[in-house]
């Protein structure tokens, strides 16, 4: 099992940014892909993003154009940049890796909150 490790979120204004980092304890080329999720206060949880080892990338509608998701192999980190944000972006953000047996791993979350 591959621990997952989040930072970066925090209080900021609508419109402003924040960079979410998702570090491995291992080489996160074990996964064949990772992914952003997000789950608001009283919602289920949401895919944000993924990103595959061919760096392929998908976004939800919602974030498309505000948000880019990348990895950094070599620091065995994946960001997610986060842009023009808005009062519903506010959630806690979940970063996850799914290795090829199907086995996925999970981080523990961290809080983003958008609000003036």
């Known amino acids: 099992q591959v621990q997952l490790v989040e930072s970066g979120g925090g209080l900021v204004q609508p419109g402003g940014s924040l960079r979410l980092s998702c570090t491995a304890s291992s080489h996160i080329l074990v996964f064949n892909a990772m992914h952003w999720y997000r789950q608001a206060p009283g919602k289920e949880r949401e895919l944000v993003a993924i990103?595959?080892?061919?760096?392929?990338?998908y976004y939800a509608d919602s974030v498309k154009g505000r948000f880019t998701i990348s990895r950094d192999n070599v620091k065995n980190t994946m960001y997610l940049q986060m842009n023009s944000l808005k009062p519903e972006d506010t959630a806690v953000y979940y970063c996850?890796?799914?290795?090829?047996?199907?086995?996925?791993?999970w981080g523990q979350g961290t809080q983003v909150t958008v609000s003036s």
């Open positions: 990103i595959t080892n061919s760096r392929n990338t």
């Open positions: 996850s890796g799914l290795s090829g047996n199907g086995n996925k791993d």
